[in-house]
Antibody
């Protein structure tokens, strides 16, 4: 059974940092690209970042470029999102997702249940 | 990376067919066949319904179909059922390992 479990969310002050993790099981992690997608309370989905199977190709939404860093450790079956200089508008439920291919296609066939990040003073 | 354009809401009666459009530009939807569609019920994670514009993952009902023409992709649901009531999102690859979602469409089954 494929499982993606996010962790690391919480309440953080504006300007501070937070690191999300996504532990996966049930498939060969190193064979697929991965994504972070977020959803602000009551709002729609927003694509945040994607990373290819080996980390060689990475993309970010303009809204987080320069502040967020995606990475992966295939030996640990884990995906990460380092979030720096957090803003109120980063408050959202952050989903980890598995792509259908080795490179980013935005076809995300498995999703975690999300990690809630709240940015507030 | 401007969000793709979807109608805010659509509705239909059980048994009917509905179509949700997703309009982008020649830089996203028009340039790649990498358009996907997601269904999201309240409080749940999204579910992949269509990928690569028209392909259906295993386990997804054949009542769901996707197509693309120019800068616009479409999701059609035939034989509408009560459980189809949900939010639907399109997503397109836009190059350089980046993607963009549409604003979402709320489907109401009357």
């Amino acid at each position: 059974e494929v499982q993606l479990v996010e962790s690391g969310g919480g309440l953080v002050q504006p300007g501070r940092s937070l690191r999300l993790s996504c532990a996966v099981s049930g498939f060969t992690f190193g064979d697929y690209a991965m994504h972070w997608v977020r959803q602000a309370p009551g709002k729609g989905l927003e694509w945040v970042s994607g990373i290819s199977w080996n980390g060689g190709l990475i993309g970010y939404a303009d809204s987080v470029k320069g502040r967020f860093t995606i990475s992966r450790d295939n030996a640990k079956n884990s995906l990460y999102l380092q979030m720096n200089s957090l803003r109120h508008e980063d408050t959202a439920l952050y989903y980890c997702g598995k792509d259908i291919a080795v490179t980013v296609t935005t076809g995300i066939d498995y999703w975690g249940q999300g990690a809630l990040v709240s940015v507030s003073s | 990376q401007s969000a793709l354009t979807q109608p805010a809401s659509v509705s239909g009666s059980p048994g009917q067919s509905i179509t949700i459009s997703c309009t982008g530009t020649s830089s996203d939807v028009g340039s790649y066949n990498l358009v996907s569609w997601y269904q999201q019920h309240p409080g749940k994670a999204p579910k992949l319904m269509i990928y690569e514009a028209s392909k259906r993952p295993s386990g997804v009902s054949n009542r769901f179909s996707g197509s693309k023409s120019g800068n616009t992709a479409s999701l059609t649901i035939s034989g509408l059922q009560a459980e189809d009531e949900a939010d639907y999102y399109c997503c397109s690859y836009v190059g350089f390992s980046t993607g963009v979602f549409g604003g979402g469409t709320k489907l109401t089954v009357l």
